[in-house]
């Protein structure tokens, strides 16, 4: 077991998905703040909460997660373009359910994992490459 948490792949996926899951409670209290004490449309509310969950993950991945640290400015941007793929697909993902007459939660609850697998992969390869 332990040869398989050495690997550098595994043991990057594991740090990711630590800082994933600050950065996924960021994501939900901007969500849950906006759509149940503020009203706003649940769709809109999880991209708000998206982005700044990327901001908290972007900083602290770069910080404890990959060993190759590009550029602030130029890791920055590349991030971005990564995690709006990730934020349309996580909206696709929560307007469908919420299309479907199904809790804007489960949906985002799937989008939630589906994302951080493209987040991870996008990340090792293309941003802190």
């Excluded at 409670?25 to 991209?47: C, R």
Aim: charged letters at 10%.
């Amino acid at each position: 077991m332990q040869q398989f948490l050495d690997r550098p792949v595994v043991r990057d996926f594991l740090r990711f998905a630590m800082v994933g899951a600050l950065a996924t409670a960021v994501h939900y209290s901007v969500l849950l703040a906006m759509t149940e004490l503020g009203g706003a449309d649940p769709v809109f509310a999880t991209i708000c909460g998206f982005f700044a969950g990327a901001v908290v993950s972007y900083v602290l991945n770069r910080r404890f997660t990959f060993a190759n640290k590009p550029a602030f400015g130029k890791g920055l941007a590349k991030y971005l373009l990564v995690i709006a793929i990730g934020a349309v697909i996580n909206a696709g993902i929560v307007a469908a359910f919420v299309q479907s007459g199904i809790h804007y939660l489960i949906g985002q609850v799937i989008a939630t994992g589906l994302v951080l697998i493209w987040n991870f992969g996008a990340s090792r390869v293309f941003v802190f490459r």
